[in-house]
């Protein structure tokens, strides 16, 4: 009912008195008024004038399902959502729900994480109510060897969104940073479980410096209202890298990843620079040329030759 | 106490009385008596003779853990055995394990399972008593790209063992079939928990058609006794094939897998075949000429051109 009630608020532009919503609704005015105040404790805000009834002002500055859902307008991404308030990690719970057999599109986001997860066990600095935690769990028909592109294809999304909504460019460093200012706003982490030949599932994460303060993240981090100098609304961020991370991975999958990763190349920071990648194999230096067929870069030494790296981090 | 005195009588070529164990294991003669009592319902067999004492005779045809344990004299592969009377697939429990932490080596087996899996979610048919149904932990150091040849690797192991207990001559059909005389006798699945630029763990899964009479096997499939025209032991063959895999497996961590993909081709029964594959990007046809460097098959058609194929089923 409180849903019905917000719904009902949403679509009305003007004060809305509680005779009326109890008349639509069929419930008592006490139980409009009670809803109300339910709705006010959970940070909506009310203005109410005598004789015209109430007016919504503001929803609360969290990442609550339904207000993530209101608007998303997606087929699948969504549908389901998980939303906790502190959470050990988004990744490990999508993981689990994942195993479970949770649906293809399932998305669980935190308003913090207390182990937020980076790429190699790194953590992930996770503030309460500033950034967006987010794992989503997809299914897709893929080879084991083409999932590396379902990251550059997530860096896509969450490079895109941000230019959206504000007037800055981002960037996206190879593999799996988003960049504003050669500082990164954004990092992307994919876990998946397989078999050679099948992809059971892959949980992607999501997590975005949105109005986080400098103070709280790490030194070479930056966050959207540092460098844009507001806030913005997580909640439009994240509808817009959701309806985004729906459209291009249904694209992918009909037409294959080539508009995908030019528009990745576009978006990169890291082609056309000398840089030096360290992994497992230790250590190449050579002018970051293209990406390959799999997602991987490809390196070109001062002698000319060509060498790929699937993973890594760039220094 | 039970292996105590099993071991005392796998150390004796001859008789052995009941005082000598009661003196040596300091225990009662009754307890020896009880203890060699639950030994025999548990399947062991013993000569008892009056005035000389006891012999044992005879193991039972089980997978038991201390029993895979006598003589593997490995490092970390079977540290841990779980054997199971029947358990519904021995790659869910080790896959479960694995996600509990379970160490590297560790091994999970079963005398049955009631949803053997196969590749890309068919059944493997896991009659009781016969075959070799069994799961390994293993936390390799590789990135996701080189897992395949975990697959590979673990060809060589089984198709080695084979060929070393029997005069049989067994080959691999790429990616993950063992057959005699053209005919499948052994299998290998491999999953895997990772993100991108770091494998978790990777469960290898090997079910061998050991004792298993044709007629509880698919048509195309055979069973060594049925080649070998005899039973051999399930526990020598065991042991011998979780040995090759520590081997190997140490191996390519510390030297690559330049020496076992090539061991791999002398076992195959692929190269040099014209063969037809079926995968989720369609189909190809050619010549199998060679692995490339991450265990796909490299097939040359009939123009020359020059496919890969990382997975996939060969018609």
């Known amino acids: 009912m409180q849903l019905k009630i917000l719904h009902y608020f949403k679509n ?6 509680g005779e009326e919503i109890s008349r639509n609704l069929k419930i008592s005015r006490a139980a409009v008024w009670k809803n109300i105040e339910e709705l006010r404790k959970r940070g909506y805000i009310f203005d109410a004038v005598p004789h015209m009834g109430y007016k919504l002002k503001a929803i609360p500055d969290k990442l609550l399902a339904h207000e993530i859902q209101n608007g998303l307008m997606t087929r699948f991404v969504g549908k389901n959502i998980e939303c906790y308030d502190s959470i050990s990690s988004t990744m490990e719970k999508a993981f689990g729900l994942g195993l479970e057999g949770a649906e293809e599109g399932t998305v669980i ?12 066990g790194r953590s992930w600095s996770s503030p309460k109510g500033k950034g967006i935690y987010v794992s989503v769990i997809l299914r897709p028909s893929l080879a084991l060897r083409d999932v590396a592109k379902l990251t550059l294809l997530t860096g896509v999304c969450v490079c895109e969104a941000i230019n959206k909504m504000t007037s800055l460019k981002s960037t996206i460093k190879w593999p799996n940073d988003v960049l504003i200012n050669e500082r990164k706003v954004a990092g992307i982490l994919t876990e998946l ?7 059971r599932f892959v949980v992607v994460g999501i997590g975005i410096n949105v109005n986080t303060p400098l103070s709280s993240l790490p030194p070479q981090a930056t966050s959207i209202k540092q460098e844009f100098n507001k806030s913005i609304s997580r909640l439009d961020l994240l509808r817009e890298v959701l309806k985004r991370l729906e459209e291009l991975y249904t694209e992918v999958q009909v037409k294959g990843f080539a508009r995908v990763l030019n528009r990745w190349k576009e978006l990169s920071s890291t082609l056309g620079k000398t840089i030096r990648i360290v992994d497992q194999n230790g250590e190449v230096e050579g002018i ?10 490809v390196l070109e030494d001062s002698e000319g030759k060509r060498v790929v790296r699937m993973s890594g981090d760039i220094h």
Do not use: F, H, N, P
């Not at 986001?109 to 190699?120: F, L, P, Y």
């Not at 970051?288 to 870069?297: K, R, S, W």
């Open 193 to 199: 479980r397989a078999e050679l030949d099948q992809v």
């Open 12 to 17: 009305s532009s003007d004060y809305v008195s």
């Open 288 to 297: 970051a040329v293209d990406l390959d067929d799999y997602g991987g870069i």
């Open 109 to 120: 986001c935190a308003e913090s994480q207390t182990k937020g997860k980076g790429r190699r």
